[in-house]
């Protein structure tokens, strides 16, 4: 089943990281400059700025995307985003690797149009959802967080690209996206896809849901113990049992989380 497949490979991913949660978007290197250096000099290692620059100028790294190669178009203007703080000439380099059909450059531009990037800025971008949707669609076959994306924009629908709420579509998209990203991406399709188990109609499934829920939990991702807990309370894809929904939610509403605790004090209020 995918179910079981996803919670395999996040369970995985989870264990390599120490066996704690991450919330942010630790990518894969995808590009040949060194990933370590890059995270190095990504935490405001000068020496490692330096050094990255250096590499880019030994191997010609401008000299190439200025003949055309994408590759280095994109390396070149994640160098110039990141680390050399020349934001417009970053953009205007990933403008040209997406032309070329870079998915990288595809990908990150088309965060910087909807402002799902830190690259975006309101005072120098105005956001562009027909192009941002236009790129996650041609990136989509090879980034799993475009796929995301287009799982959103047509779960909400998008009224500047004409895009109507399109349940079927959105909860393909989550199902690519689950397959194709890792870590803090791959939770957010899980949980997006367990929730359309267990409560759209046209995707119910209340033992998935339970079972993604349940995983989700175990790792610490936000929302799903009270996710949880509510299948337990509901009777979906488990027995119905106010006791384990209520010990599950206890830890959670003792750290102040406020749904868990209006959760568990209508448990308790029930007894």
């Not at 990933?35 to 030994?58: F, T």
């Not at 690519?176 to 188990?197: D, G, V």
């Not at 113990?225 to 119905?240: N, P, Q, S």
Request: charged letters at 30%; aromatic letters at 12%.
């Amino acid at each position: 089943m995918e179910a079981d497949a996803w919670i395999k490979k996040l369970k995985k991913e989870y264990a390599d990281c120490g066996g704690y949660y991450w919330d942010k978007d630790d990518i894969c290197p995808s590009t040949d400059l060194d990933y370590a250096l890059k995270m190095r000099a990504r935490s405001g290692d000068e020496g490692a700025r330096r050094e990255l620059c250096g590499i880019a100028e030994r191997y010609g790294l401008k000299e190439s995307a200025e003949n055309g190669d994408a590759a280095a178009q994109y390396e070149l203007a994640e160098l110039c985003l990141d680390f050399l703080g020349k934001r417009e000439e970053g953009i205007e380099w990933l403008k040209s690797a997406a032309a070329f059909k870079n998915t990288d450059a595809m990908l990150l531009l088309g965060e910087i149009y909807c402002g799902k990037s830190k690259y975006f800025d309101p005072d120098e971008t105005k956001p562009n959802f027909a192009a941002a949707f236009e790129l996650f669609e041609g990136a989509a076959k090879k980034q799993g967080r475009a796929c995301l994306y287009l799982g959103e924009m047509h779960r909400d629908g998008c009224e500047a690209v004409g895009l109507p709420v399109n349940d079927a579509k959105a909860y393909y998209w989550f199902r690519q996206a689950a397959n194709r990203t890792h870590k803090a991406f791959r939770a957010k399709a899980m949980a997006e896809i367990a929730r359309y188990c267990k409560s759209r109609s046209a995707f119910r499934d209340g033992k998935t849901a339970f079972k993604l829920f349940s995983a989700l939990a175990e790792i610490g991702y936000a929302g799903a113990v009270c996710e949880l807990a509510d299948c337990y309370m509901r009777g979906i894809g488990v027995d119905k049992s106010d006791r384990m929904a209520a010990e599950i939610l206890l830890p959670a509403a003792l750290s102040g989380n406020a749904r868990a605790e209006k959760m568990y004090e209508s448990i308790k209020n029930r007894e």
